[in-house]
């Protein structure tokens, strides 16, 4: 009973201290899209230890994207798209450049990061 307790002490206090005191962030790789570019990946890393994620959302332009996420080399969540899944959210446009807004949703927290595309 007392190791039981231990242990969901251990998993609960984490989370709790990662969502109350640590806002989530991100990076978006690249900074451009060239979406004329062959082959590549939207790439959004973050702050958030990979064991702690449980409900990740990636979003471009308000666009649910299927993301793969997977862990960096230091054990943080990383989620990742493919170039053409975020072209096609982003839709054509004007002109040679535009911005996208791209959001993570990891537990309930949020944030986006606004990237240039190039056609």
Known sequence: MRKSLLVALGVCVPTLVLSAVVPLQIRVAPSMLVLSSSGGNLTVHTNVPYSLARDVLLEVEEKRIE????????????AQCRKEEAGEAIGDFAGKFTTAAVRLTVD????????????
């Open 67 to 78: 993301a793969h996420t997977f862990a960096d080399d230091r054990g943080l969540l990383v």
């Open 108 to 119: 309930g927290a949020k944030a986006t990061e606004t990237i240039l595309v190039r056609k």
